[in-house]
C-alpha cells in the first residue's frame, strides 16, 4: 500500500513539473517572438529614417550650393518637410510621424524616431507595447572641409618666401595636441633683400627700368679690376659708400659685403676711392662659406670721375657664382642675374610656389567661394584618392577674414575642422616632368582646369594633387600659437616659423582616415 502512494505521489509530481515547464516554455517563445518582431520593425523604421536622411541631405547640399551657406529657417523647414514625405513613401502616416526630431544645421543632418510597436504573446504577461528607435546623422562632431591641403609631415613655414617640409616615415603620425601649419604665409620682404651688397651697376639699357637691359641667368661683373676690363670711371672700380658719410673706410665696406647694408639710403652716394681689393675678397668669401649667395645690387645712373655723387635709381637681384680671384690683389667679382621679379632670400628652405590653398569641387572660381568655403565649410563629399586642385596666391585678405569668423566658435562654423591630407601621385609627375622633383602642395603651381572631374582616368591632371587621408584640427588664433620662431629642428620638433599674413595654425585632434591605411582606389 504505502508503494501504490508513493507511485500516485511521483505521478502527480511529473504533471506539475511538466505543466510548468510547458507555460515557461510557451513565455520563452513568446518573448523571442515579440523581440524578433521588434527587431524587424526597428530595421524598417532605420531603412525609413536613412532614406529620408539622404534624400534630407541632398536638398540640404541643393540649396547649400545655390548660395545659401547658412540655411535660414524657411530653407530648414523645407528639409524637413522633404525628409517627411520621403519617410512616408516607406510606409508611414503623418500619425507615425508624431515626436520625429528632424535638425537640418549648416554642417549635418540629424534625423532620430521613436515609434511603439504593438506586442502579441508578451500580452500573456501583461507587456502590452515597447518602444523602437532609429537616427541617422552624417559626421557626428567633427568639422566640416575647409578648403585647405596639407602633406602628411611637419611643414615650417621659415622666411617669406621659403619653406622646409620632414615627412613623416611610415610608423610616424601627427601628435595629437601639437600645433602644426595648416598654410603658408607670406610677407614682403625687407626692399633691399635683406641688405644691400655695396656695388652699384649702371644700366645697360637706360630706357628698360624693370631689368636695365640686365638677362635673367647671364653671369655679370659686379665689381672691376684692372684684370677684368679696369676701371668704371678714374679710381673707380664699381664699390660704394652707402651711408654716404666717407668713415668706416675698408672696413665699413667689407662688413657690408658680408651682412648686408639695411639703413636708410641718402639721396645720394659716393663711390669707395681704390681697389679694396682685400676686403673684397675677404667678404665675398664670407658669403660664399655662409650659403649668402643671393645679394641686392643698386643700380646707379653712371658713375662719374673719383668719388663725385651718383644717384641710386633702381635695384636688381643677383647670385654670387664664384668667389672673388686675386690677380696681384686685385679682385673681380662675378654674379648671375636673377631677374627684377626674384626675391632675395638666403634662408635655405624650397621656394614656396602654392600656399597650400585648394578648390574642393576642381571648379576653378575665385577668392569670394574659397572665403564661403573657408568660412562655411564643404559640405559636399570630397573622396579617399580623388584629385584636389590647388589654387593659385596667398589670398591674404581672404584667409584672415575667414579664420576670424571661424575662430568665433558659433555652432554652425566651428573652429573645429577637417582638412585633407595629400601626396603628389607619380601618374602626374610623369604628365608633367616640369615637377618631377616636386614633393608636396607647396611646390606646385595651378594649371589643370578638370571641370569638376575628381579622377585620373577621367582627366590628365599635370598639377594637382590625390587625398592620402582626412585630419582635424582646431584653429588658432595667432596669440595661442607656440611653436614659434627660426628654431627649425629636424623631423616633428622644433619651431614652425615666424607669423606671417596669410598662414594657418591648428592643433592635431584626430585622424578621420588615416593615409596608408586603406588601399588606394
Known amino acids: 500500500m504505502l508503494i501504490k502512494a508513493l507511485k500516485k505521489a511521483r505521478s502527480g509530481s511529473v504533471m506539475v513539473m511538466t505543466a510548468a515547464f510547458g507555460v515557461a516554455l510557451l513565455a520563452v517563445t513568446a518573448l523571442v517572438t515579440d523581440v524578433g518582431y521588434l527587431y524587424l520593425e526597428q530595421a524598417r523604421l532605420q531603412t525609413a529614417i536613412n ?32 525628409v517627411r514625405d520621403v519617410i512616408k513613401t516607406n510606409g508611414y502616416t503623418e500619425e507615425d510621424l508624431v515626436g520625429i526630431e528632424i535638425i537640418p544645421e549648416n554642417n549635418q543632418l540629424i534625423v532620430r524616431h521613436k515609434k511603439n510597436v504593438g506586442l502579441f504573446f508578451a500580452q500573456i504577461m501583461d507587456i502590452r507595447s515597447s518602444n523602437v528607435a532609429a537616427a541617422r546623422a552624417d559626421i557626428g562632431d567633427l568639422g566640416t572641409i575647409i578648403p585647405l591641403a ?37 610677407k614682403e620682404l625687407d626692399p633691399f633683400g635683406g641688405g644691400l651688397a655695396p656695388w652699384g651697376v649702371v644700366p645697360i639699357v637706360a630706357t628698360d627700368e624693370k631689368d636695365w637691359g640686365y638677362a635673367s641667368n647671364t653671369i655679370y661683373i659686379l665689381k672691376q ?32 659685403i658680408k651682412y648686408g647694408y639695411d639703413d636708410p639710403l641718402p639721396e645720394y652716394v659716393r663711390p669707395e676711392g681704390g681697389n679694396m681689393a682685400k676686403p673684397t675678397i675677404r667678404g665675398v668669401q664670407y658669403r660664399i662659406d655662409n650659403d649668402l649667395l643671393d645679394m641686392r645690387i643698386p643700380v646707379v ?47 635655405e628652405g624650397l621656394l614656396k610656389v602654392n600656399f597650400g590653398r585648394i578648390d574642393p569641387d576642381n571648379i576653378a572660381t575665385n577668392t569670394s567661394q574659397y572665403l564661403d568655403f573657408f568660412k562655411y565649410g564643404y559640405n559636399a563629399p570630397v573622396e579617399y584618392g580623388q584629385m584636389i586642385l590647388p589654387e593659385n596666391g596667398n589670398a591674404t585678405e581672404p584667409t584672415a577674414e575667414a579664420l576670424d569668423y571661424r575662430l568665433e566658435d558659433k555652432a554652425e562654423t566651428p573652429k573645429k575642422v577637417i582638412v585633407p ?43 594637382s594633387v590625390r587625398v592620402t587621408g582626412f585630419a582635424e584640427f582646431t584653429l ?31 592643433t592635431f585632434e584626430r585622424y578621420i582616415v588615416e593615409p596608408g591605411k586603406y588601399e588606394m582606389p
Open 225 to 256: 679690376s684692372p684684370s677684368s676690363g679696369g676701371q668704371l670711371a678714374p679710381g673707380n672700380f664699381g664699390c660704394l659708400d652707402l651711408d654716404g658719410v666717407q668713415q668706416g673706410g675698408a672696413n665699413d665696406y667689407e662688413d657690408r
Open 421 to 463: 591630407i595629400t601626396e603628389i601621385p607619380e601618374v602626374v609627375k610623369e604628365n608633367n616632368p616640369a615637377i618631377a622633383t616636386a614633393t608636396t602642395i607647396y611646390d606646385l603651381k595651378a594649371t589643370d582646369s578638370p571641370g569638376g572631374v575628381i579622377g585620373l582616368a577621367s582627366y590628365t591632371f599635370n598639377s
Open 150 to 186: 596639407i602633406p602628411h609631415g611637419t611643414t615650417k613655414d621659415v622666411s617669406p618666401t621659403k619653406y622646409r617640409f620632414d615627412p613623416f616615415a611610415p610608423d610616424e603620425k601627427f601628435t595629437v595636441g601639437k600645433q602644426y601649419i595648416l598654410k603658408l604665409g607670406e
Open 51 to 82: 532614406a529620408g536622411w539622404k534624400a534630407g541631405f541632398d536638398r540640404m547640399m541643393q540649396i547649400k550650393s545655390a548660395g545659401n551657406p547658412v540655411l535660414d529657417n524657411t530653407q530648414k523647414e523645407a528639409i524637413r518637410q522633404h
Open 476 to 506: 588658432l588664433a595667432e596669440d595661442d600659437y607656440e611653436r614659434v620662431g627660426d628654431n627649425f629642428d629636424t623631423g616633428d620638433n622644433g619651431d614652425l616659423g615666424p607669423v606671417m599674413p596669410g598662414q594657418v595654425r591648428g
Open 301 to 347: 645712373s653712371k658713375y662719374g670721375k673719383g668719388q663725385e655723387q651718383v644717384s641710386i635709381i633702381g635695384f636688381l637681384n643677383f647670385r654670387l657664382v664664384q668667389p672673388a680671384t686675386e690677380d696681384k690683389n686685385i679682385p673681380t667679382v662675378y654674379a648671375m642675374y636673377l631677374g627684377a621679379d626674384y626675391a632675395v632670400d638666403n634662408t
